[in-house]
């Protein structure tokens, strides 16, 4: 393992932010037993048709709350770059140092072969997805979790996944919380 930091970098439109998402975070922080938590709130998302308002999903993860181990990091509008797998290639270069895993809900494991070079993905850094309210199955039956089988450690090991060799991956299976992004927003409108 490098010297620096253990780092997790959470990812995602947050439109809007809630306790779910703030329950994935705290969950990777405290089971991998990383030092600080990213949020990398997404300027466009290429997967979805609408997320714009980028500085009112930006405050709703200011709303949260941050505790002082998280904090909302720009990478992504600094390097100019709009895929995960070149922004995360441009944060090792910035942060050689740092032990970077990526955070997401077990929901994105699923789609995650329509992500641009998904597998380069797997191979730049540790991958822990957490679990979230219907996808437990579907997530650990997704081409992705076929496809990394061997390479996906137990959950009881989560602690060393930042100083492993990639690709390397766990599913942590915490309290899971059922808010969604999606009923927030039907629910403002109805």
Same mark, same amino acid.
């Given at each position: 393992?490098? &010297?620096?930091?253990? !780092?997790? /970098?959470?990812?995602?439109? @947050? *439109?809007?932010?809630?306790?779910?998402?703030?329950?994935?975070?705290? +969950?990777?922080?405290?089971?991998?037993?990383?030092?600080?938590?990213?949020?990398?709130?997404?300027?466009? *998302?290429?997967?979805?048709?609408?997320?714009?308002?980028?500085? =009112?999903?930006?405050? &709703?993860? !200011?709303?949260?709350? /941050?505790?002082?181990?998280?904090? %909302?990091?720009?990478? =992504?509008?600094?390097?100019?770059?709009?895929? +995960?797998?070149?922004?995360?290639?441009?944060?090792?270069?910035?942060?050689?140092?740092?032990?970077?895993?990526?955070?997401?809900?077990?929901? *994105?494991?699923?789609?995650?072969?329509?992500?641009? *070079?998904?597998?380069?993905? @797997?191979?730049?850094?540790?991958? #822990?997805? %957490?679990?979230?309210?219907? =996808?437990? #199955?579907?997530?650990?039956?997704?081409?992705?979790?076929?496809?990394?089988?061997?390479?996906? %450690?137990? =959950?009881?090991?989560?602690? !060393?996944?930042?100083?492993?060799? +990639?690709?390397?991956?766990?599913? /942590? +299976?915490?309290? /899971?919380?059922?808010?969604? &992004?999606?009923?927030?927003?039907?629910?403002?409108?109805?």
């Amino acid at each position: 393992m490098k &010297s620096g930091p253990k !780092i997790g /970098l959470f990812g995602g439109s @947050f *439109n809007p932010a809630h306790a779910g998402h703030m329950s994935v975070a705290q +969950t990777g922080l405290r089971q991998v037993g990383l030092d600080q938590v990213w949020w990398l709130v997404s300027p466009g *998302n290429p997967l979805k048709a609408s997320t714009n308002n980028y500085a =009112e999903r930006k405050q &709703s993860v !200011i709303d949260l709350g /941050l505790p002082p181990q998280m904090k %909302i990091n720009e990478m =992504e509008q600094d390097f100019g770059t709009r895929y +995960t797998a070149d922004m995360l290639a441009r944060a090792k270069l910035r942060w050689p140092r740092h032990n970077f895993v990526w955070l997401m809900g077990a929901d *994105n494991l699923r789609q995650f072969p329509k992500w641009k *070079n998904w597998q380069g993905i @797997f191979d730049t850094l540790p991958i #822990v997805v %957490i679990g979230r309210p219907g =996808e437990a #199955v579907k997530a650990r039956l997704s081409k992705a979790a076929r496809m990394y089988s061997q390479s996906r %450690i137990n =959950e009881a090991q989560a602690h !060393i996944l930042p100083g492993l060799c +990639t690709p390397c991956w766990t599913y /942590l +299976t915490p309290p /899971l919380n059922s808010l969604s &992004s999606t009923a927030i927003r039907r629910a403002r409108k109805g």
